[in-house]
């Protein structure tokens, strides 16, 4: 518990975040459902329509509709000009304000159609227009039940904006998923908490509000209202005294390797005299797209994954003839400066715990085929659509009977349960030794190789700065030492690291 107190004052920032896009998402909510909600209470038609659509979108999971806009709004860029953002604060707010939809726009349609009749009709009978009838009479009897619904909305958008982390835009959720990813429960508890304090202390806010409206309480009404204002100018004030020259934004896919790559990366702009932002747990093709626009500055990626999600290559030319290609492919394509190898692989095989390999009789993928059809194979959230496990599937003719999703991380832990019997693995990854799992031999060569990348978007590709201080990463990291870093940041011991401290060491170990 001492872990979590020491980690909570340290997001203050992530909180200002939050607290600014949840507030934005609510407000442009209500800006686009109350006045819905006003004319669908004059049409029956648009009322059903409004509140289908509405209803339509709580269908999508929120993830799914955070990471819609990043390709939409990308699609934008064409027409819109190279200023628009992509990935961040706009695609988050976009996604969430239609999450909010539903229940303003439900209750406000509610509250309209069950006005007393004859409350309305003495309205129309002292002569009052449209426009006082709602002002003077509508509204107020409606907005209890409408702040009904605004606290609804509030409590569900705080939730969902943690999920905005996956398309760059910091938030609470920024722990949570890092926490998650290498096994650091203190800071995924202290990314709830803090969540989950925001949206009750919202809710209790506006529940101010609202019973002051129904009680016709001003004091109550407006001194609800200054807390939340406070709230949101403290937060955007924070947010604001932070700002200066753009910093430089380093991406990281979501596993231990990137996040520990990225703090190394950072600690050497950063004594280099260069401020430093990092975007954790993005998606392999956010990461990619959102480097070539220059929404974000740097990442590693690996040649394997350029060569097959990118280049749509399936053929296999080998390491220096890959490394090229995509080098010059990346800089007249999407202007994106390859810097160079980082000196380690980290490619995709496939590993069993020993015991069971030996059991089965199984080293390599051709003897595996025999036994897929009576095995559970396990895999990251997007490898079984990726080019690589379709190539080796049909390379091998592979069949299990079972394939199962999981966090990087929870792979291992998987195998070691027994919920996977094969799972597909990292090289570089320390585990492989640390639980003396069995790689299997791949002789058809259908796994491309998977050279670790140093990427600069086009706005930092020529910065001389960035690229001294970079430069001395390359091919300076061997993958024992990787192995070693990323086995300090995942495992479960007194001996765990951070991946800063990780970083630090691995910086350390490769003469840095």
Excluded at 58 to 64: S, V
Excluded at 228 to 240: P, R, T
Aim: aromatic residues 8%; hydrophobic residues 50%.
């Amino acid at each position: 518990m001492n872990d979590i107190w020491d980690i909570l004052p340290g997001l203050a920032d992530k909180l200002a975040a939050h607290v600014v896009l949840s507030a934005s998402a609510i407000g442009l909510a209500m800006l686009i459902a109350l006045p819905m909600a006003v004319w669908a209470s004059r049409s029956a038609v648009v009322s059903r329509l409004a509140l289908s659509l509405a209803s339509l979108v709580q269908t999508i999971p929120a993830l799914a509709l955070l990471a819609l806009f990043f390709p939409l709004l990308l699609s934008l860029r064409s027409i819109f000009g190279e200023g628009l953002p992509t990935l961040g604060f706009l695609p988050a707010l976009m996604a969430l304000t239609l999450y909010a939809l539903l229940p303003i726009l439900r209750n406000a349609v509610t509250a309209q159609a069950n006005l007393d009749p004859g409350v309305l009709e003495a309205a129309d009978g002292v002569g009052m227009t449209k426009w006082q009838k709602l002002t003077l009479v509508e509204a107020p009897l409606s907005a209890p039940f409408i702040m009904a619904g605004i606290r609804t909305a509030a409590v569900w958008t705080i939730g969902a904006a943690t999920l905005a982390t996956t398309i760059g835009q910091p938030s609470l959720g920024d722990p949570i998923f890092a926490g998650l990813q290498t096994q650091n429960w203190a800071l995924v508890l202290a990314g709830c908490l803090a969540s989950a304090g925001l949206a009750l202390a919202a809710d209790n806010l506006l529940w101010v509000i609202e019973v002051g409206l129904d009680k016709r309480s001003r004091w109550m009404t407006w001194g609800g209202v200054a807390v939340v204002m406070l709230g949101i100018l403290a937060a955007l004030w924070a947010q604001g005294s932070g700002t200066g020259e753009r910093r430089i934004i380093i991406a990281s896919k979501s596993f231990s390797e990137q996040y520990i790559l990225a703090q190394l990366i950072g600690a050497r702009l950063e004594a280099a005299g260069y401020a430093v932002e990092y975007r954790d747990g993005l998606g392999s093709a956010v990461v990619h797209s959102a480097v070539a626009s220059s929404s974000i500055d740097i990442s590693v990626d690996y040649t394997g994954t350029i060569w097959t999600n990118y280049l749509k290559r399936t053929d296999n030319p080998g390491r220096e003839a890959m490394y090229a290609t995509i080098r010059d492919w990346e800089r007249t394509q999407n202007g994106v400066t390859v810097l160079g190898r980082l000196g380690f692989e980290n490619a995709y095989a496939f590993a069993m715990r020993g015991d069971r390999a030996r059991e089965l009789g199984v080293t390599s993928l051709t003897d595996l085929t025999a036994a897929a059809p009576r095995l559970t194979v396990g895999g990251d959230p997007e490898f079984f659509e990726r080019p690589e496990w379709i190539a080796v599937r049909d390379a091998y003719g592979l069949r299990f009977a079972r394939s199962r999703n999981f966090a990087p991380t929870f792979m291992y832990n998987a195998l070691a349960s027994g919920e996977a019997d094969v799972i597909s693995a990292y090289t570089s990854d320390g585990r492989i030794a640390a639980d003396k799992l069995v790689v299997l031999a791949d002789p058809e060569g259908a796994l491309p190789s998977y050279d670790a990348l140093l990427m600069l978007s086009p706005r930092i590709g020529n910065d001389k700065g960035v690229r001294a201080a970079l430069e001395p990463l390359l091919g300076a990291i061997s993958v024992e030492a990787m192995r070693e870093a990323n086995l300090a940041v995942d495992r479960e011991d007194a001996k765990k690291q951070t991946p800063k401290a990780a970083a630090a060491a691995l910086a350390k170990k490769s003469g840095l």
